[in-house]
């Protein structure tokens, strides 16, 4: 489940490519013509002669796209703050860009499934709060141990005790039974549930040191797929906004809130079968966030 769909089980307070011809993928969007050399192509032709001023200036144009040429590759190969221009904010800096990628190494620590060992700045703080919000809206959810699991990582263990007994309340046999679960959380034989976040951008609201103030935008997916589902795997739009401190070494979240959206107007592509769904969950794998 998204973290907090239309069933908010967390409270209030608690917390392609693109179909372009001309796409740069794989390519370089540049043409090569091939210009005459010379009088090429006619008999015994001979080449104009070329004064030392002529070579003085075709050698310095060959000067400047050599240096030219090793500018870029410098600058594309992701330098430090030495190649950053006087006055530019650095990468985790909060007001950084909102959505674009800073080119930072994303975090390489695994606490279970859940990524861990974030950055101690703003970049961090946002890392830690997509990838949080992908951990609470899984289909891991739905089962008390893993639930319990999840709440231990993702939130300050304050949080966690206050919020797993609330929790397994929310998690009710009845709420379970309107999803077309079990009392365990389990699927039905032949049946697929579905419960995925999928981030769609971050923002950092406040952040001062070991405090911050993320907003994670995401589409998320529920439902059950199956022949027999009288719930159908539909989405979501919302955003989830987490407060995070720094604690033993790394961001975590000590309260949370969500609101509806923003949301964009549905596009016109068909709805796939059940059995296609099913098969896309099991093949495709989610992806470690990071700024």
């Known amino acids: 489940m998204s973290p907090g769909d239309e069933h908010d089980y967390r409270g209030k307070d608690q917390?392609?490519?693109?179909?372009?011809?001309?796409?740069?993928?794989?390519?370089?969007?540049?043409?090569?013509?091939?210009?005459?050399?010379?009088?090429?192509?006619l008999p015994h032709a001979r080449r104009?002669?070329?004064?030392?001023?002529?070579?003085?200036?075709?050698?310095?144009?060959?000067?400047?796209?050599?240096?030219?040429?090793?500018f870029a590759n410098r600058g594309g190969g992701g330098g430090g703050d030495a190649d950053a221009a006087p006055g530019a904010k650095k990468p985790g800096a909060a007001g950084s860009t909102p959505t674009a990628a800073t080119g930072t190494k994303p975090v390489q620590g695994k606490n279970g499934t859940i990524a861990s060992g974030f950055a101690h700045d703003a970049q961090g703080a946002q890392?830690?709060?997509?990838?949080?919000?992908?951990?609470?809206?899984?289909?891991?959810?739905?089962?008390k141990e893993s639930r319990h699991r999840i709440l231990d990582t993702v939130y300050s263990p304050a949080a966690a005790d206050k919020l797993r007994a609330p929790q397994d309340l929310a998690y009710s046999a009845e709420f379970l039974a309107r999803l077309g679960l079990?009392?365990?959380?389990?699927?039905?034989?032949?049946?697929?549930?579905?419960?995925?976040?999928?981030?769609?951008?971050?923002?950092?609201?406040?952040?001062?040191?070991?405090?911050?103030?993320?907003a994670v935008w995401y589409t998320g997916l529920i439902g059950m797929s199956g022949e027999d589902?009288?719930?159908?795997?539909?989405?979501?739009?919302?955003?989830?906004?987490?407060?995070?401190?720094?604690?033993?070494?790394?961001?975590?979240?000590?309260?949370?809130?969500?609101?509806?959206?923003?949301?964009?107007?549905?596009?016109?592509?068909?709805?796939?079968?059940?059995?296609a769904?099913?098969?896309?969950?099991?093949?495709?794998?989610?992806?470690?966030?990071?700024?």
């Open 277 to 291: 769904i099913s098969k896309a969950v099991e093949e495709y794998g989610g992806f470690t966030y990071a700024r």
């Open 182 to 214: 079990d009392p365990d959380g389990n699927a039905p034989q032949g049946s697929t549930f579905i419960s995925r976040t999928v981030p769609v951008g971050t923002k950092v609201l406040a952040f001062d040191d070991d405090t911050a103030k993320v």
């Open 48 to 70: 104009p002669a070329r004064n030392s001023r002529s070579l003085v200036t075709i050698t310095g144009v060959v000067v400047l796209l050599i240096a030219a040429i090793a």
């Open 229 to 275: 589902s009288t719930k159908p795997v539909s989405t979501t739009w919302k955003t989830w906004t987490a407060q995070l401190s720094w604690l033993n070494g790394d961001w975590k979240v000590t309260g949370a809130s969500e609101s509806d959206g923003p949301a964009p107007v549905p596009g016109d592509v068909a709805a796939s079968q059940s059995d």
């Open 15 to 41: 917390g392609g490519r693109p179909d372009d011809p001309y796409s740069t993928l794989g390519g370089t969007r540049q043409t090569r013509t091939r210009l005459p050399d010379g009088d090429a192509g």
């Open 127 to 143: 890392s830690a709060a997509a990838n949080y919000a992908v951990a609470l809206g899984s289909a891991e959810m739905f089962t």
